[in-house]
């Protein structure tokens, strides 16, 4: 019992970091906090029932499909409605990001009305076998698909040029115009990539989760604690945050009751606010954008 | 002699309050410039301009033969100018390395590794801390990666706003040593904001000495060097 807990926690805690790391940098990068951010979670799932339906495709390798699909819709809300907002107040971005929220929730209720769906494979249900354990093989390959994107996501911030320059404007942004980059690029170029990441998270939780339009209400809590506690903007913080806060819902469900996973996680997030304001793991890296 | 940069009738101002006023400048091709003058009289206002992060309200900047008044700051770069900003503005959380490379961005870092040579050649105390963050240097380390930063993009403009503020002697000599070298081996214009008016008329060729926001002399270095008012004004201080 206590082991499969740990096991269960483990195996979805890379999901909740994978769905975490857009947000995370795009309010470190730009100080934008994404209100419409677990949408695209959603979208990432839609895309992966999608083409599974149509082409029979795995919705594993529907992360292919999904993430240039969400890079599309995050570089154009990025540079058509959030650069020309961004820099003026904190509320005008909260307030736009809720309305791209309800525009894009909705869309998908007209498109697919609210009716729950699903991801079948032809392993979902069969499971791994580890002495008294059982790790279902698709819950393994989200956890093993997602620590391989967040990599990814780590090493191209930090050993690309592009990734520098992202890094670069988060840190001081006038100065980063000194080098020869442009901000507004960048932006674009971040709401882009985090959305695309986030796209490639939904299609993973397709494969866990019941699929409907309101997917990313759920998420967006979660994200919201993961970040907190991952520090804003680090990638490997928000990485073993997920873990962290999937352990802590795996052992609540699992002790308490299912009703106690989310009080249990969100008490959590309030504790480690108010004892460690920047994040468990998290170095306060990023300068201005952030505060 | 012909100007690499001019400035004529050049205006600024932070929203309402206007901090530049008719401001007609130049930096001579392969010389080097000092911009002197009290607290608060509008160096780094007019480094702005230069750099292209604060927009005149009026007048012309000349570089190169073409009006670059409103070419933006990041395409600046790529055309020869560099700052050194004040402040120093280096990329805390990435590394030295890190930084140095972010200056060569505008060229694609295309040869990066002579300049980089280079760097390591004129601050050998940086290539052993390559790989710490540049928010945890000394102040004098900090600066070294400032203009080794600005020298990353081969920069026919040199822009130094406060080289010597709060680094030990020994530090200043070097990087004026740094300075000197970078104008005659490689012909860099450069522009010098400096407190230390008697090191920065000693350096420079040509001086500047702005007063709330107005040129009030401007001369050959040694000349101002001997003005009785530069004297008066801000060497007394100085010393
Ligand atoms: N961002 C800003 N917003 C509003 N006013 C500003 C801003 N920056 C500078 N100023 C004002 O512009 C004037 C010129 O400032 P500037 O920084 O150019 O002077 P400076 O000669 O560089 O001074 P110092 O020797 O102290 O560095 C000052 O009166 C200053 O208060
Ligand atoms: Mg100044």
New interface residues.
């Given amino acids: 019992m206590f082991l499969q807990t740990i096991v269960n926690g483990l195996l979805m805690g890379g999901v909740y970091g994978l769905a975490t790391i857009g947000f995370s940098v795009v309010w470190g990068v730009m100080g934008i906090i994404n209100l419409a951010h677990g949408a695209y979670v959603m979208i990432g799932a839609y895309v992966a029932y999608v083409l599974n339906q149509w082409l029979g495709l795995d919705p594993f390798l529907a992360m292919a499909g999904a993430m240039p699909v969400l890079f599309v819709i995050g570089y154009v809300l990025q540079v058509a409605l959030l650069n020309p907002v961004m820099r003026t107040s904190l509320l005008l971005t909260l307030v736009v990001t809720f309305g791209i929220d309800l525009i894009l929730i909705d869309t998908f209720v007209q498109i697919f009305s609210s009716d729950v769906r699903g991801v079948q494979t032809a392993y979902s249900g069969r499971s791994l076998a580890l002495g008294p354990v059982l790790i279902p093989y698709v819950r393994l390959a989200a956890a093993v698909l997602s620590v391989a994107v967040a990599t990814a996501a780590y090493l191209f911030l930090n050993r690309t ?1 592009t990734g ?2 992202i ?2 404007t988060a ?2 942004r ?10 507004e690029r960048i932006y674009g170029l971040t709401g882009g990539l985090s959305a695309a990441v986030t796209g490639a998270a939904g299609c993973l939780a397709s494969t866990l989760f019941p699929i409907s339009p309101t997917l990313g209400l759920t998420f967006l809590g979660a994200v919201f604690v993961i970040t907190v506690l991952g520090g804003i903007g680090s990638v490997p913080g928000v990485i073993l945050a997920g873990f962290a806060y999937a352990l802590v819902q795996a052992f609540a469900s699992t002790y308490l009751g299912a009703n106690y996973q989310e009080i249990v996680a969100f008490s959590m997030f309030l504790v480690v606010l108010i004892v460690r304001p920047q994040g468990l793991f998290g170095k306060r ?3 201005e954008a952030a505060s | 002699m012909t100007a690499l940069l001019g400035l004529e009738g050049v205006e600024a101002a932070y929203g309402e309050s206007q901090v530049l006023w008719d401001i007609d400048f130049a930096a001579e091709t392969g010389r080097i410039t000092a911009l002197v003058g009290s607290n608060g009289a509008g160096k780094t206002s007019l480094m702005r301009v230069i750099s292209g992060l604060l927009k005149p309200t009026a007048g012309r900047v000349i570089f190169d033969g073409a009006d670059i008044a409103k070419v933006p700051a990041e395409a600046r770069v790529g055309r020869g100018i560099a700052l050194v900003p004040e402040g120093r503005r280096l990329f805390a959380g990435l590394s030295v390395l890190e930084n140095l490379m972010l200056g060569a961005f505008s060229r694609r870092e295309r040869g990066a590794e002579a300049d980089l040579a280079r760097v390591w050649q004129h601050f050998p105390e940086l290539e052993g801390i390559a790989g710490q963050l540049a928010g945890t240097l000394s102040g004098g380390q900090q600066q070294m990666c400032a203009i080794g930063r600005a020298m990353m993009a081969r920069p026919r403009l040199l822009l130094v706003d406060e080289m010597s503020l709060g680094l030990a002697p020994v530090i200043v000599d070097r990087l004026a040593a740094t300075l000197r070298d970078l104008n005659r081996a490689d012909g860099t214009t450069i522009v010098l904001v400096e407190q230390d008016v008697d090191l920065a008329l000693e350096i420079a060729d040509r001086g500047y000495v702005l007063d709330t926001g107005r040129v009030v002399m401007n001369g050959a270095a040694e000349t101002l060097r001997d003005d009785p008012r530069v004297r008066e004004a801000y060497m007394g201080m100085a010393n």
């Fill in positions: 040029r520098q320059a890094l670069a840190l001081d006038e100065a980063a115009r000194l080098m020869g980059i442009v901000p890296f990023y300068g």
